[in-house]
């Protein structure tokens, strides 16, 4: 039942891939228990350093000698404007002034974000890394011919049929076709925001009806069903995020897992309030604050940088009000249990659904 060419692809057990958060969440010990219990962990490494990311490399070798990968962020073009960000400033001042934070913001350029970007990719032919996939958009051919030479497994993200057919025709051995539904910040690059919303039912079909590369479903899939469900609508395998963040293993904050395991999916919400790119998770005092002035906020990554100090102090202080809460649209399937017995439930009920079809 399991095998399949994704599987094989990728040389693991089961078609199951823990989707790489960034920010921390994706601990060598996370990644390590969902890769030595016959899955794929996955390194979120959008917001590390070069450095970051080789040490993290090198303690989930320590850990596992099963497959496992690293995710980068592909750095776009942006612009920041002096009006917007003197708006976000002027709003955000009060919560600083709350909390006690100075306003100490560096702002990111691209020319730093792409240089980080292609020392990462160094890092990864460097230590070996059997499979790499990207966010955010697709990595020049040139980087992408040099990792496929070198044996990586490469894996797109796409959140719209166009954006799947680019990853294809730009050589991608995968795609992770992202449905509406996934928590945090979801990897459309090709069209504005607004205009991928497409929900993984319909997304899902469409998408294997023009690619011929496995596709990996993400978005509000927890258990089982999900699984069963992804595969009959065309997917050969499934990336989870909210069901690992939740795990023992995860470095998330506990607040960020309670919220999540308390949440209602009535209270999961997108937001470009924490970043200024669309995100999905639990709302709170934040998101409702910037609710009514999104639209004038910086783009990504600007806005990220203006309330990352709001977010760090918030987590250390346990503020869950000023946090970023990422989830996607089914918290109430969230379960608190070790990584491999997550796995094991879900190889479980997968099995038990398809008895019953």
């Not at 599987?7 to 390590?32: D, E, F």
């Not at 760090?312 to 990584?339: F, T």
Request: include cysteine; charged fraction near 20%; proline fraction near 4%.
């Amino acid at each position: 039942m399991w095998e399949n060419n994704f599987s094989r692809l990728l040389k693991i057990k089961y078609p199951i891939i823990q989707a790489p958060m960034a920010g921390g969440i994706t601990s060598s010990k996370l990644v390590a228990a969902v890769s030595n219990s016959g899955a794929l962990g996955m390194i979120g490494a959008g917001y590390m350093s070069p450095e970051q990311v080789r040490l993290q490399i090198k303690e989930v070798q320590q850990l596992t000698d099963k497959p496992f990968g690293v995710n980068i962020f592909v750095p776009a073009k942006y612009e920041a404007d002096k009006e917007r960000m003197h708006n976000a400033k002027t709003l955000l001042q009060p919560i600083l002034e709350e909390l006690g934070v100075e306003d100490t913001v560096v702002l990111p350029s691209f020319e730093e974000d792409l240089q980080s970007f292609h020392e990462q990719l160094k890092v990864i032919l460097d230590e070996n890394v059997p499979i790499c996939s990207f966010t955010f958009g697709i990595p020049p051919l040139d980087q992408i011919n040099k990792l496929k030479e070198n044996g990586v497994v490469l894996i797109g993200t796409a959140t719209t049929v166009s954006e799947a057919h680019i990853n294809e025709k730009a050589g991608m051995d995968a795609i992770v076709v992202q449905g509406t539904e996934a928590g945090g910040h979801r990897g459309t690059f090709h069209t504005e925001n607004k205009h991928s919303l497409i929900g993984l039912m319909s997304l899902l079909p469409q998408v294997a009806d023009l690619i011929s590369i496995p596709i990996i479903a993400a978005g509000g899939i927890m258990d089982g069903r999900g699984l069963i469900a992804a595969k009959s609508l065309g997917a050969l395998g499934v990336q989870m995020g909210s069901a690992f963040l939740v795990c023992e293993e995860s470095s998330a904050n506990q607040i960020h897992k309670e919220a999540i395991i308390q949440a209602t999916e009535e209270q999961i919400v997108v937001t470009k309030a924490f970043s200024g790119k669309m995100a999905r998770g639990v709302n709170n005092r934040f998101i409702e604050k910037f609710s009514s002035f999104e639209e004038g906020l910086p783009d990504y990554p600007i806005q990220n940088e203006l309330t990352k100090a709001i977010r760090k102090i918030s987590s250390a202080k346990g503020n869950p009000e000023n946090m970023s809460l990422w989830a996607g649209q089914s918290p109430r399937l969230a379960r608190k249990l070790r990584a491999s017995d997550l796995i094991n439930q879900i190889v479980k009920e997968a099995e038990i659904v398809r008895s019953k079809l």
